[in-house]
C-alpha cells in the first residue's frame, strides 16, 4: 500500500542554520504531496503542497520540489529561525482519493 | 473564517465509559474527517463524510466507534466501553469537495483512558 517514510528526529539546529528534512513515498500513480507543520499547543497546519512532478512548492522561506524519479519531496530552508521549532509532517493523498497517508513526523528543534 | 474547532479539547474518562467529541468544520466546507493520532505518530485516517453522507470507514474503525454529521453541519465521534488503547488525539479535518487536497485541521481532542 501507499506509504510515507520521513527522516527521524529530533534535528537539532541552530539558527540561521540551513535545514533539510528527508521525505520519501511509496504510491501507484500520481499522488499530491504534503508538508504539514504542528507547533507546540497547536493543530496541523498545511504547510506547503505540490500535486505533480517537478513541481515545488513554497511557504515561509520552506520549499519542497515534487520528485517522480526518486519519490521524494524534501522539505528545506535556507535560514531557519527560532520559532520553526515544531513537528513536521509529510504526507500524500492518493490521485483520486480523500485520504491523507501520512509519516510519523520530524521533530525540528532550533537553538538561539 | 473561524477555523476547525474541537471540543472538548481533553478528556479523562475511566475504562468502559462512553465518550462523545465534537467538531465544528469550517462552514462552508462539505467534506469532514476525522482521524487519530498517538504520540509520536502521523494521524491515521477514521473515516470521512460529505455533506450528511459517511462515505468511508477505515478499518481501524470498530464496532464500537460511531460518527455522525447531521444535517451535514458539525459531527461527533463517540466511543462506546473504552479502553486503554483508545487514549490517542483525535483530530478532525474538514475541506471542499472540489479540493480535497487542502485539508484544515482542527485541535484535536486529547483522550486519555484510565
Known amino acids: 500500500g501507499d506509504s510515507v517514510t520521513q527522516m527521524e528526529g529530533p534535528v537539532t539546529l541552530s539558527e540561521e542554520a540551513f535545514l533539510t528534512i528527508n521525505c520519501t513515498y511509496t504510491?501507484?500513480?500520481?499522488?499530491?504531496l504534503f508538508w504539514y507543520v504542528q507547533y507546540p499547543g497547536e493543530g496541523l497546519q498545511l504547510l506547503l503542497k505540490?500535486?505533480?512532478a517537478d513541481d515545488k512548492g513554497s511557504n515561509k522561506g520552506f520549499e519542497a520540489t515534487y520528485r517522480k524519479e526518486t519519490t521524494s519531496f524534501h522539505l528545506e530552508k535556507g535560514s531557519v529561525q527560532v520559532s520553526d521549532s515544531a513537528v513536521y509532517f509529510c504526507?500524500?493523498?492518493?490521485?483520486?482519493?480523500?485520504?491523507?497517508?501520512w509519516g510519523a513526523g520530524t521533530k525540528l528543534i532550533i537553538k538561539p | 473564517d473561524t477555523g476547525v474547532s474541537q471540543n472538548p479539547r481533553h478528556k479523562i474518562t475511566k475504562r468502559g465509559q462512553n465518550v462523545t467529541f465534537r467538531c465544528d468544520p469550517i462552514?462552508?466546507?462539505?467534506?469532514l474527517y476525522w482521524y487519530r493520532q498517538t504520540l509520536g505518530q502521523g494521524p491515521e485516517f477514521l473515516t470521512y463524510?460529505?455533506?450528511?453522507?459517511?462515505?468511508?470507514k477505515s478499518r481501524l474503525l470498530s464496532d464500537r466507534f460511531s460518527a455522525e454529521r447531521p444535517k451535514g453541519s458539525f459531527s461527533t465521534l463517540e466511543i462506546q466501553r473504552t479502553e486503554q488503547g483508545d487514549s490517542a488525539m483525535y483530530l478532525c479535518?474538514?475541506?471542499?469537495?472540489?479540493?480535497?487536497?487542502?485539508?484544515?485541521f482542527g485541535p484535536g481532542t486529547r483522550l486519555t483512558v484510565l
Open positions: 504510491a501507484t500513480g500520481y499522488p499530491s
Open positions: 463524510f460529505q455533506n450528511e453522507a459517511q462515505l468511508e
Open positions: 462552514s462552508e466546507h462539505n467534506r
Open positions: 504526507a500524500l493523498s492518493p490521485r483520486g482519493n480523500y485520504q491523507l497517508i
Open positions: 479535518a474538514s475541506s471542499l469537495f472540489q479540493d480535497t487536497d487542502t485539508q484544515y
Open positions: 505540490a500535486t505533480k
